[in-house]
């Protein structure tokens, strides 16, 4: 099951694995692995990838910094297949994601020549980079007609627990998605208020804005590090953030509201 009505599907370039992902998902379907089982997977493959930069082993880091993008999209899917929508995994997912993010960062300064400061600075870029993502994502699947809506548009309230999770949990990790993930959605909303009140987001803009998604900046780092480019990240994605001012103007300026 898609999370887009097939009109509203695009080329999401940071959406590489998910065809893998699809496969691991249905050979997972008829077993006990459940979709918090494989965020935990994810999530023990990017320690590996931080691991693997410690040492040097870039060509090796790069490897499970792939596969940990690829295993992050089998989570969803399974829960798709198995029909067991979660709050508390979806929850759960962003959190690991951020906090990889910065294990990822924190550990590309402590083996390279950059500043804390601008590492600081990059991985506040890259979130929001991520979140401007995610907005207009989540935007889209609302607007979209038998649209994935587990994700909400503004995130100000814990959501009533589904079937099979407790209410304790999705409040407990709802806190927790607010606390780190709060200051980037606000700074988004604020730069793009009006952004959900568009009709839709075209099928172009979405696959320009993918440039911000998680795994396509995953892939960069992936690919920095194995052509032996570990100082250059940090200022790069610093740099990438421009992008986040040109994507809003373009979908203020070209992307109309709804009537």
Known sequence: MSKLATEDEFLDLSDYGRSIAKLFANGLKNTRFTPIHVTLAFGVCG????????QNHYFLASFFIILKSIIDAVDGELARIKNTPSYVGRYL???????????????????SKTSLGMTLIAFFCIQLQGTLYNYYYVILRHNSAGGD??????????PRALPGETQKWVNFWFKIYTIV???????????DSDA?????LPNWFMTFVSLFGLGFQLLIIAIMLSLGWIDMIVPFFIFYSILI?????????FINKKE
């Open 181 to 191: 993930y709060g200051v980037f959605d606000k700074i988004i909303h604020l730069l």
């Open 245 to 253: 001012f040109v994507f809003i103007g373009i979908r203020k300026v």
């Open 149 to 158: 809506k587990t994700s909400k548009v503004f995130e100000d309230k814990s």
């Open 93 to 111: 997912d962003s959190v690991f994601d951020i906090i990889l993010n910065f294990l990822f960062f924190g550990t590309i300064c402590f083996v």
């Open 47 to 54: 320690l590996i990838a931080i691991y693997c930069i410690l």
């Open 196 to 200: 959900y009140k568009v009709k839709t």
